[in-house]
């Protein structure tokens, strides 16, 4: 069973309604995607303390699910706010570079930083809902939206893939940090590309082991879902 399951299956409100829980999400999605900032860093507090109350998970655990994300978050935030220009008004702490400047735009900083703050709000209640809902649940909801049978697939394949995926990234970190592979930069940049190759090459590995156990089970192209006789309505 994957860590997600567990708390998903375990949680203090395992029994809701799907369908509330959805509503719930739904809700917290438009928040965090309104233009009031205020409201966005109240729903991060809300929904990470629920969070932590609700499964009873570690601060310290729940923490470090964010690891995975907040590379990708801090790359693209990057590529926002530096920037080239040809005045030093445009720019906090320019850098004289190939006749121009380089440094933080300071027109593209506070979009960069609502980025930010808009996808943490984001991210802060999709774990909510994933952490809260057994899977079985979410198909229910589904099924009970009657979205398309190829919509239902990709979602129950990307669910699997992006928890196998945080899986694997912590059996592998807690092993090489068992190995002091983060003691010096050095140390730790060798042991981050060492964690991407093997990343890269697990996911193949489980997505072997998936075609394999499908082709076992005959499959014929097309996941039978059908809604759980035991879904709360």
Same mark, same amino acid.
């Given at each position: ?68 994300? /907040?590379?990708? #978050?801090? $790359? !693209?935030?990057?590529? &926002?706010?530096? @920037? +080239? ?7 906090? *702490? ?47 909801? /589904?099924?009970? #939206?009657? $979205? !398309?049978?190829?919509? &239902?697939?990709? @979602? +129950? ?7 196998? *995926? ?47 156990? /499908? ?19």
């Amino acid at each position: 069973m994957l860590v997600i399951d567990k708390y998903a299956y375990t949680n203090r409100i395992v029994n809701w309604s799907p369908k509330v829980k959805g509503l719930v999400w739904l809700l917290c999605m438009v928040i965090a995607f309104q233009p009031v900032v205020w409201l966005k860093a109240i729903l991060i507090v809300a929904m990470a303390g629920d969070t932590i109350f609700v499964t009873k998970v570690s601060i310290q655990r729940y923490i470090k699910w964010f690891y995975v994300i /907040l590379p990708f #978050l801090l $790359l !693209s935030i990057i590529g &926002i706010v530096f @920037t +080239m220009a040809t005045s030093k008004g445009q720019l906090y *702490f320019p850098i004289r570079l190939f006749g121009n400047y380089f440094g933080i735009s300071r027109i593209m900083l506070p979009k960069g930083l609502l980025l930010a703050v808009q996808v943490l709000a984001a991210v802060v209640s999709t774990y909510w809902f994933a952490l809260t809902t057994p899977f079985r649940q979410i198909l229910d909801l /589904l099924v009970s #939206l009657h $979205l !398309s049978n190829l919509i &239902i697939e990709e @979602t +129950m394949l990307m669910y699997r893939f992006i928890f196998i *995926f945080i899986d694997t990234f912590e059996e592998i970190h807690r092993a090489q940090k068992l190995r002091f592979g983060y003691r010096n930069i050095r140390t730790t940049i060798h042991s981050l590309s060492i964690l991407v190759k093997m990343l890269f090459e697990q996911i193949m590995i489980n997505y072997e082991a998936m075609t394999h156990a /499908l082709d076992a089970k005959l499959y014929d192209g097309e996941f039978k879902v059908e809604k759980s006789r035991s879904a709360n309505d």
